[in-house]
Structure formats: C-alpha cells, structure tokens
C-alpha cells in the first residue's frame, strides 16, 4: 500500500473507531469486525493498524480503558468514548463530509 494511502486510511480509522465506539465499550476485536460488518465486509481493519490506534486515540484522551472479560471469558481490554472523544467525533464526521464532498465534487462532476 502506498504512502498516501495508508495516511488516508490512519485519519479515516480514527474516525472509525471513534464512531464505533459511540455505540457503547467494546474491546479491539469487537471494534474491527463491527466496522468489518458495518461496511458490508469492505473494510477490514488489521490488529497491526488498529492496536497502535487505540492506543494514540487513549493518549490524546478521545478513549478510555479498563480490562474485563470478553464474552468467551477470556481478560480483554475495553475501550470506551470520553466527552473529550464525543467532541472530537462531530469534529472528525464534520471534517469527513467535507473531504467526501470535495472528492465527489471531483469524481462526479455535475
């Protein structure tokens, strides 16, 4: 994958994540097949791409986590939207249907 493609797709993923997590706590697995599902099986999100997100969205303290037990008892870590992450995500939705729009402008023209 080209450069400019998986910069794209980091600032694509957070939203993402942010979105799905808008939803209610889930651990990584859980975020990744629901975007999986979501998407209708279009997009597939890696542990290495998704894992190192989490982790940057935590830093900037959009997420939070806490460990529990999956649902087939195994100990997984949750993560879950912060009000600072509830800010960001109309942020991030605000600034996607701008780009989305600049891009169909360009694909479509009228």
């Known amino acids: 994958m080209s450069k400019e493609k998986t910069d794209l797709l980091q600032g694509t993923l957070d939203l993402l994540i942010l979105k799905a997590l808008k939803l209610g706590s889930m651990h990584g697995f859980g975020i990744s097949v629901l975007i999986r599902q979501l998407s209708e ?3 597939r999100v890696e ?4 894992y190192p997100a989490l982790y940057r969205l935590e830093r900037q303290g959009w997420i939070s986590s806490e460990w529990g037990v999956s649902e087939n ?4 870590k949750f993560y ?3 009000p ?3 800010k960001q995500l109309i942020e991030e939705t605000s600034n996607w249907e701008k780009l989305s729009r600049a891009i169909n402008l360009i694909v479509k023209p009228a």
């Open 73 to 76: 008892n195994r100990k997984a």
């Open 41 to 43: 099986e279009v997009l």
């Open 47 to 50: 542990q290495g791409s998704l």
């Open 84 to 86: 600072t992450g509830r």
């Open 80 to 82: 879950k939207l912060t």
